[in-house]
């Protein structure tokens, strides 16, 4: 079992900058990844960014790939999105995810947060 702790969602500006800090439980074995997804109003679950657990290769949806950075602080098992430039089109529920290797070459089990809302709003 793995759990997942998010935070520093809220209500900013357009234009403004946030932050999100989501910490993972459990030991390092098997994990393949961690990363954000994000669901709008109305919308599908959608990923942001994602970062492999042993080579760190990142991966951003193009809507926020100059205006995000995904990092990681392998110590604290938590993974960071730094997020800037927000318009309203960021606005919506933003899940943290890690995918854990089954065991089975090429089969993975995600795990997600509970999920932290983000608002970009004057």
């Known amino acids: 079992q793995v759990d997942l702790v998010e935070s520093g969602g809220g209500l900013v500006h357009p234009g403004g900058s946030l932050r999100l800090s989501c910490t993972r439980s459990?030991?390092?074995?098997?994990?393949?990844?961690m990363g954000w997804f994000r669901q709008a109003p109305g919308k599908q679950r959608e990923l942001v960014a994602d970062?492999?657990?042993?080579?760190?290769?990142?991966d951003y949806a193009d809507a926020v790939k100059t205006r995000v950075t995904i990092t990681t602080d392998k110590t604290k098992h938590t993974v960071y999105l730094q997020m800037d430039r927000l318009t309203s089109e960021d606005t919506g529920v933003y899940f943290c995810?890690?995918?854990?290797?089954?065991?089975?070459?090429?089969?993975?089990?995600?795990?997600w947060g509970q999920g932290t809302q983000v608002t970009v709003s004057s």
């Open positions: 995810n890690t995918r854990v290797s089954t065991g089975t070459w090429g089969n993975y089990k995600d795990y």
């Open positions: 459990g030991s390092d074995v098997g994990i393949h990844s």
């Open positions: 970062i492999t657990h042993i080579s760190s290769l990142r």
